[in-house]
């Protein structure tokens, strides 16, 4: 039997898995994409990257079952797995760290539905697909939100009446907790110092954003909140918003459901610059002269920016500032554009290891007279996931 850990991560329309052997190698990865629409499409990469069929309108279960059947029929996963790993968006305040699945803890996460209706129901598909193909392996579910959990309460209520809390559980939760974990326990080895001795400022740019302070190692504030809305610039979603703009959009004849889908799908990078919400071609298209672009990118910089500085106020000693994600792993130029707003803190970047993102052993991008070390670390969000079901799922169940 080959030890293999299987990661499955769900998202709205898309479906990631992935392969690890028990010393967490990766050996395979699965990408299905457009789930439940006419382009449903998939694809699995072993030692190569291969097209694989899937009918249209397929949805979450197709898309498990097809990929775990491409594994199979090329050598990977010949047996079962020994333990699967589920990336659950949203724990609430039920989880401040990974847990073995079972009954009750399948229902803790359905009752976090209510909190994230978009993403803890599908996660909940992926558990019940993956739960009827290998009835037997303990699986293991991972939160982004448990990593949060270490906040204290002045960073996480919001400003409102306490009942809202008390009765709804309306406060700051935080989202990417394992790539910001992951980010704490890296920044910790390559600066040589233990992770409970580490503080960082963790920035992670995808097409979600959101940014850390963590001290000795935990989550002490964070820029996401109630939902993965808040915060930082995003891909399409708007970030901080003056919540007055809800009632004057509605004078204005717009729905509840138009403005949320508003803030969530035609926002941020891609409202601002009217053309994509793709980092990579609105830098090509800023160069080329075109002032959506230009502007879009600077007011994701500039809001980045302020935020770096809103999260010293949780830090007593700063280690480090760690860029990760899509746009912080490879976009120089927004490392550089945000950090030239922080010239009064002292960051200063080295531009050639900056260009070359920080790709050495030590990940540093930051010149030698710099008052704070700036690092670039490529997450692992699976890996992360992997290592929790291995730790979780052996043993008794
Ligand atoms: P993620 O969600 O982490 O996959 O990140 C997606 C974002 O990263 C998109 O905005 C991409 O345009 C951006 N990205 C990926 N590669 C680059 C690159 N070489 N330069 C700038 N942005 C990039």
């Not at 699995?44 to 279960?61: F, I, K, S």
């Not at 850390?212 to 891909?235: F, K, Q």
């Not at 000693?317 to 922080?342: C, K, M, P, Y």
Request: with cysteine.
């Amino acid at each position: 039997m080959d030890d293999n850990i299987l990661v499955v991560n769900c998202g709205s329309s898309s479906l990631k898995l992935a392969v690890f052997d028990s010393d967490l190698n990766s050996l395979a990865h699965g990408l299905a994409e457009r789930l439940n629409s006419e382009e449903a499409s998939a694809k699995a990469r072993t030692v190569d990257q291969q097209a694989l069929a899937l009918p249209a309108n397929a949805d979450h279960h197709m898309a498990l079952v097809t990929l775990i059947e491409h594994f199979r029929s090329v050598g990977i996963l010949k047996s079962a797995p020994v333990a699967i790993g589920h990336r659950v968006v949203h724990g609430g305040e039920a989880f401040t760290d990974a847990a073995l699945i079972t009954p009750e803890v399948i229902q803790a996460i359905d009752r976090c539905s209510a909190l994230a209706p978009l993403h803890n129901p599908v996660n909940m598909i992926g558990i019940d697909a993956a739960r009827a193909l290998f009835p037997d392996v303990p699986q293991v579910a991972v939160f982004d939100t448990a990593f949060h959990q270490s906040l204290p309460p002045k960073a996480f209520h919001y400003a409102l009446p306490t009942r809202f809390y008390r009765d709804w559980g309306v406060r700051r939760y935080g989202f990417h907790g394992t790539s910001h974990q992951f980010m704490a326990n890296e920044a910790a080895r390559l600066l040589k110092q233990p992770t409970d001795q580490t503080s960082i400022i963790s920035a992670h740019l995808g097409n979600g954003c959101s940014i850390t302070a963590i001290r000795n190692g935990r989550s002490v504030d964070t820029s996401m909140g109630l939902t993965p809305l808040e915060g930082l610039v995003m891909g399409t979603r708007s970030g901080d918003i003056d919540p007055g703009l809800f009632d004057f959009l509605m004078g204005k004849g717009l729905s509840t459901a138009e403005i949320n889908r508003i803030l969530n799908r035609e926002s941020g990078l891609l409202g601002l610059s009217g053309a994509t919400n793709d980092m990579r071609t609105l830098t090509e298209r800023a160069k080329a002269g075109h002032p959506p672009s230009t502007l879009a990118i600077e007011v994701f910089c500039f809001r980045l920016a302020r935020y770096i500085g809103a999260m010293m106020a949780s830090l007593d000693r700063l280690d480090a500032l760690v860029f990760t994600g899509g746009i912080g792993e490879n976009s120089a130029s927004v490392r550089a554009a945000t950090l030239d707003h922080l010239a009064l803190l002292g960051f200063k970047l080295d531009s050639a290891a900056n260009s070359s993102h920080g790709r050495d052993n030590e990940h540093r991008i930051h010149e030698a007279s710099s008052r704070f070390p700036v690092l670039v670390v490529p997450t692992n969000e699976e890996l992360v996931i992997a290592q929790a079901a291995r730790d979780r799922g052996y043993g008794p169940h």
